[in-house]
């Protein structure tokens, strides 16, 4: 395993609220080497002291001992260096890798992710076993990818590249694979014949408060898209893999997406809803609506976005996948629903057959893990008369175990080496060229960004593209 993390943009919200935190866990939890240290790297200009002060802070509220925050503190250093000038970089941080086995973890917006790179290859801190690890997004379409991946290729060999996607470090993410690939009754039908869709929701209730200006450049489509969504999907659409190896996993997944049809001008407007968030009620609190005067001067971009994806493969010809995700809905959830065909033959008269609910396999994921199968049953009761049929779940609710932060197990991994988790350049590269061509369906249909009041489940259009799922799953529609 290796022993430094230099964090790049250590200052930043996400290394406060995820990385330190899953840090504190991993050092509470005793999982880190011995010797670990982390070299915390920003622009601010604090000295040790003044960084552990700022962290210690930051880590106040988390309960985990003093003492475990304070031996993370002493096992951190800060180091202040512009991140836009590889120069300064390697000057600042030539020496640190010495007797270390170092990891490098970009927690930076995209543009600096070659200025990094180039500085820590001029400092020799990417030498073998030397690895990188990088947050979304990896640029803002097929083109900016590419470059970042040439520029990133020409430092260091992809085996040694981890490029992060948070949903694949998720407990409940990782049991699509166990419960795909460990079940026969699953794999059975896992199939166009018999499956009539598959619906993907990511709903929030936050809205893009604090981050205006990132997400005026990326929108619903490629901030949560691109990569989570499209995961997802990659998990529920693939061929079985031969091996849980990263190589083979991945070549899987980058099947999949390969397969998705490219969005047209002339059909884009019946496949795909855009909205975006107005001023509303969420959990009972008045909040703002997503400002268009913040966002001044650039092409406007949605806060919902709702599409009908099609998978040109044996396995999927004919099957919708709808995938819908959006900011400041009416309730936090994430969950993959399967909707089953209906039976071949139909016996009963209550409900006549046009009224039976299809067989469905909810896999809940956020906030609470469980999987539900529902399945038609006549439980009602002993009295005599026509059997009266209702859907009733088949409930498998997750055993209470500890849960992690997603990026605790993404971060043990990138330190032992293991990428199964992590997405490969031609999946980043895949995953853009078949969002270009939504966007690209966008602009030419002119299609329109719809208002909808922030605590509902979106624009009244976008209705067909969320499951009909049960009461308890979704609140009122
Ligand atoms: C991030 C997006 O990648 O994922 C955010 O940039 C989004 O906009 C977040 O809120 C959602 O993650 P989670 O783990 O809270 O579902």
Redesign the pocket.
């Given at each position: 395993m290796h022993d430094t993390l230099l964090l790049f943009g250590a200052t930043g919200d996400l290394a406060a609220r995820q990385l330190f935190p899953s840090l504190l866990h991993l050092l509470r939890d005793r999982l880190l080497p011995e010797d670990f240290r982390i070299v915390a790297v920003a622009r601010h200009a604090y000295d040790d002291e003044a960084f552990r002060a700022w962290l210690g802070e930051r880590l106040a509220g988390i309960e985990n001992g003093a003492e475990v925050r304070a031996e993370l503190l002493r096992r951190t250093e800060y180091v202040a260096v512009d991140l836009s000038q590889p120069e300064a970089i390697a000057q600042t941080l030539r020496g640190y890798a010495d007797g270390h086995r170092c990891v490098s973890y970009l927690a930076t917006p995209p543009y600096l992710f070659v200025p990094i790179a180039q500085g820590l290859k001029g400092a020799g801190l990417l030498e073998e076993p030397s690895r990188l690890v990088l947050e979304?997004p990896i640029g803002s379409d097929l083109e900016s990818a590419r470059a970042i991946n040439a520029a990133l290729g020409a430092c260091l060999g992809e085996d040694r590249i981890f490029r992060i996607d948070?949903?694949l470090g998720?407990a409940a993410v990782q049991n699509l694979l166990a419960l795909r690939f460990g079940n026969t009754l699953l794999e059975a039908v896992w199939h166009h014949r018999w499956i009539e869709s598959v619906d993907i929701l990511?709903a929030?209730t936050?809205g893009?408060d604090g981050?205006e200006s990132y997400y005026a450049d990326y929108g619903a489509l490629r901030?949560?898209v691109q990569?989570?969504v499209l995961q997802l999907l990659c998990l529920i659409a693939m061929e079985p893999p031969a091996s849980l190896d990263a190589a083979v996993l991945r070549d899987e997944k980058l099947k999949v997406l390969r397969a998705l049809r490219p969005f047209r001008a002339d059909s884009v407007l019946a496949d795909s809803v855009r909205g975006r968030y107005e001023a509303g009620l969420v959990d009972g609190e008045p909040v703002r609506g997503f400002s268009l005067q913040a966002v001044q001067g650039r092409e406007p971009v949605e806060t919902f976005v709702a599409l009908r994806a099609s998978i040109d493969n044996w396995r999927w010809a004919g099957v919708p996948f709808r995938l819908c995700t959006g900011?400041r809905l009416a309730e936090r959830v994430?969950q993959v629903v399967v909707t089953f065909r209906p039976t071949s033959h139909w016996l009963f008269e209550k409900p006549r057959r046009e009224r039976a609910t299809p067989n469905r396999l909810v896999l809940r994921l956020?906030p609470q893990e469980n999987v539900e199968l529902e399945l038609m049953s006549s439980l009602a009761g002993p009295e005599w008369g026509a059997l009266e049929l209702q859907a009733l779940p088949l409930d498998l609710s997750m055993p209470t175990v500890q849960r992690r932060i997603?990026y605790e197990r993404l971060l043990l991994d990138a330190l032992n080496g293991n990428s199964t988790l992590f997405v490969r350049s031609d999946e980043v590269e895949a995953a853009w060229t078949w969002i270009d061509s939504i966007i690209a369906a966008w602009r030419e249909a002119e299609t329109p960004i719809l208002p909808y009041m922030a605590g509902s489940w979106g624009p009244a259009a976008a209705a067909n593209f969320l499951p009909q799922a049960p009461a308890r799953t979704l609140g009122a529609q």
């Open positions: 979304k948070h949903y998720k990511v929030e936050a893009v981050r901030d949560m990569n989570h900011k994430t956020q997603a």
